[in-house]
């Protein structure tokens, strides 16, 4: 199905269609898309009231999740969605031997993520820019953290940790990744001095080890 189509098909329905359709119109649920069950979770966990943002976008499939959650569910909020979209920074010694400098570069997607969404009606927007430059003032309710490396993530959730509201929750994508193994340690290295600020919670999102997400809430 073209973009085109599935935003009329979406906007005409107002989002109201199965979840195979849903998926055909590229708006993953936790019915459709196994991985999107931690987001799902941390959706109806989140308080009502701070912002809803994602850090690494890529071409933006969770983040139309996410659009589309706060959408069916008369949530007013607008998710916002950084990222350069220049593919993954240079790597350092805690990220492992696997991963690779330019991985996941989508200069194209968000002309074509702004573009679907304001076609499908979606209460989405963008700040293309590298997460190390992103001001960290807004009150957050929920976010996304999809990474990968130890630089960025570790740089997000030092921004993030102390202005998640009471109850608040950050979803760590890349935590329990076998690929990507600096996620995990920027994680524990910018909990030290919050350890006793948040919750975990580990949402299994399939059968494997790396299927699980890691949530962090604020207690």
């Known amino acids: 199905m073209s973009d085109l189509l599935a935003a009329a098909a979406y906007r005409l329905a107002r989002g109201r269609l199965p979840d195979l359709l849903l998926w055909k119109c590229g708006i993953p649920t936790a ?16 308080p009502p009231t701070g912002a809803v943002i994602e850090f690494g976008v890529y071409r ?7 659009a589309h959650w706060l ?3 008369g949530d007013a909020r607008v998710v916002k969605g950084v990222d350069w979209f220049q593919g993954l920074p240079e790597p350092t010694r805690e990220d492992g031997p696997r991963a690779r400098a330019g991985e996941f570069s989508a200069l194209n997607a968000p002309a074509a993520i702004l573009r ?5 009606g979606l209460p989405l927007a963008l700040a ?3 997460v190390e430059r992103f001001n960290f003032f807004d009150a957050v309710a929920l976010a996304h953290v999809d990474l990968d490396l ?6 997000v959730l030092r921004g993030l940790l102390p202005i998640m509201v ?3 929750v950050i979803v760590l994508d890349d935590y329990y990744s076998d690929v990507f193994l600096g996620a995990r340690s920027a994680t524990q290295d910018a909990l030290r001095d919050w350890a006793d600020s948040f919750g975990r919670v580990t949402v299994e999102c399939g059968p494997g080890p790396t299927d699980r997400r890691l949530l962090l809430v604020r207690t």
Not at 60 to 66: D, Q
Request: no cysteine; glycine share 10%; hydrophobic share 35%.
């Open 128 to 130: 293309v820019e590298r």
């Open 166 to 168: 009471p109850g608040g």
């Open 31 to 46: 019915r459709n898309y196994p991985p999107f069950l931690a987001l799902e979770k941390a959706l109806r966990m989140m």
């Open 71 to 73: 959408k069916r569910h």
């Open 60 to 66: 933006g499939l969770s983040l139309f999740g996410i």
């Open 116 to 120: 679907r969404a304001s076609n499908a």
């Open 150 to 155: 130890y630089e960025p993530t570790a740089h």
